[in-house]
């Protein structure tokens, strides 16, 4: 927790309020010495009004230069934190004209350090939140004490299954702007019950979520990933015991690997078959897989072999959907067949042609 006030920020305070009244200003510790001044010649000096007030917390005014010995008219305010002296505000001149100004630099003083304290605590909770979700995913439960406390603080039911949550990035996403894309994740956490999340540098966000909610959670997920087209892709990994959730987290890698070039994708774990094996290919591999089956095939005929395994191979249905004639159709997948040497109607064949479009998406 921050207790006290620096000496840069307290000459920050000094210099603003001195700017503003024209009146010198010193910042005093509780020893009494001014380490902070408008005067530079007083820094590290003693201040015996200072160490009074510091010593009673009371403000003490000097109505007349020489009242007390060696000092000059002015007024010394203490400056309060959680009900303790932590510094003194003094500032020379007429009481009647400088104590607004005292008051003004010990209210700055105290907003300043509410907002340090702020601050701290949320480090402090995403430090904690990392540790967490860290601790899960690299099966280290070494530091059980720390464990116990985030699990704690979080409110996790280690009795219950998780998912773990994988938010990738775009490349080309200007990191600059992390903050503005932190605030809607939040606001996404902040829908999905029983769930925490935390930023891990430097492209993505790794988050958990309660498995009794996720049927539920999922309308709020998909409306993100929609709402955040080429920015972000997502997965999710399969449901896991809190402390086996590095095995969700390893599902939700595999998941996002499926993912081939389509962001603002959602892709779930569970829902994954063939591409639970595609997604561990070397790239080279799939290359070279894609020039072998697909290179002498058009975009057209390319889009006529997606739609047709779409619609489960049926003429009909394909016909309808390309607004085309049913002998238009088989007479594009005999062409197909005669430039490639792979009939799209064989079973065999097909399921060449379909991995090649799963690969390719």
Same mark, same amino acid.
């Given at each position: ?93 007429? @009481? ?94 902040? /829908?999905? !019950? ?49 402390? !086996? ?5 390893? /599902? ?29 290919? @070397?790239? +080279?591999?799939? +290359? ?29 249905? /394909? ?24 009939? @799209?109607? +064989? ?15």
């Amino acid at each position: 927790m921050a207790n006290t006030i620096s000496k840069q920020l307290a000459q920050q305070i000094v210099d603003t309020i001195h700017d503003v009244c024209g009146y010198n200003i010193n910042f005093i510790n509780t020893q009494g010495i001014i380490y902070a001044s408008s005067d530079p010649e007083r820094i590290e000096s003693y201040h015996e009004i200072g160490r009074q007030v510091a010593i009673t917390g009371e403000t003490i005014e000097v109505e007349y230069d020489g009242d007390y010995p060696g000092t000059n008219k002015g007024i010394n305010i203490p400056v309060y934190h959680h009900k303790r002296v932590i510094a003194v505000v003094g500032i020379s001149g007429n @009481p009647t004209d400088v104590r607004r100004y005292a008051h003004l630099a010990e209210r700055i003083s105290n907003i300043l350090l509410h907002e340090q304290e702020l601050n701290s605590r949320h480090r402090t909770i995403d430090e904690k939140k990392q540790y967490l979700l860290r601790s899960i995913i690299n099966k280290d439960f070494e530091n059980q004490d720390y464990l116990q406390e985030c699990i704690r603080e979080f409110k996790i039911d280690t009795g219950h299954s998780y998912r773990m949550i994988k938010i990738a990035l775009n490349s080309r996403y200007n990191l600059r702007n992390i903050a503005m894309l932190e605030q809607d994740i939040e606001a996404l956490f902040s /829908t999905l !019950k029983n769930s925490l999340y935390t930023y891990a540098y430097p492209n993505h966000f790794m988050g958990i979520i309660h498995e009794d909610t996720f049927s539920s959670d999922n309308y709020n997920l998909k409306s993100f990933s929609e709402s955040h087209k080429d920015i972000v892709k997502m997965a999710i990994g399969k449901s896991s015991p809190f402390y !086996k959730c590095s095995e969700s987290w390893e /599902t939700a890698e595999t998941a996002l690997d499926s993912i081939k070039g389509t962001p603002g994708s959602l892709v779930v774990f569970d829902e994954l078959t063939l591409e639970i094996l595609l997604a561990g290919l @070397p790239q +080279n591999k799939v +290359n070279e897989y894609l020039s072998k089956v697909l290179s002498k095939l058009t975009d057209e005929d390319l889009k006529l072999l997606q739609i047709y395994y779409e619609v489960n191979m049926s003429l009909q249905s /394909t016909a309808q959907k390309m607004f085309l004639h049913k002998n238009t159709i088989q007479q594009r997948l005999n062409r197909i067949t005669s430039n490639t040497g792979y009939n @799209p109607r +064989n079973f065999k064949d097909a399921f060449i042609f379909y991995l090649a479009i799963l690969l390719k998406a």
